[in-house]
């Protein structure tokens, strides 16, 4: 695969975790506490979707993990 994959990682505010899909990676759905430990899933996780749905071999598979959290600042009034 020559491409990179697409993979967006959105932060779950009720259940506290970021949650990663991809419409690239067949069945690609997963989740953990930080984004560190989203990452170390996701260099797992993609080649065996990859391999289960039939995509062709290929040593490495490169992706794009695009993260989004929404939060809020408050400024401090003097």
Known sequence: MEKALFV????D?????????SDDV???????????ALL???RS???E???????PDAGEVPFELFSRRF????R???
């Open 26 to 36: 067949p069945g690609l759905v997963a989740e953990a506490d930080t984004a560190e």
């Open 49 to 55: 979707l990859l391999d289960a749905n039939g995509y």
């Open 71 to 74: 939060d809020v600042a408050h």
């Open 76 to 78: 401090q009034i003097a």
């Open 40 to 42: 170390t899933k996701l």
């Open 8 to 11: 967006r990682a959105e932060w």
């Open 13 to 21: 505010e009720d259940a506290e975790v970021w949650v990663a899909t």
């Open 45 to 47: 996780l993609i080649p």
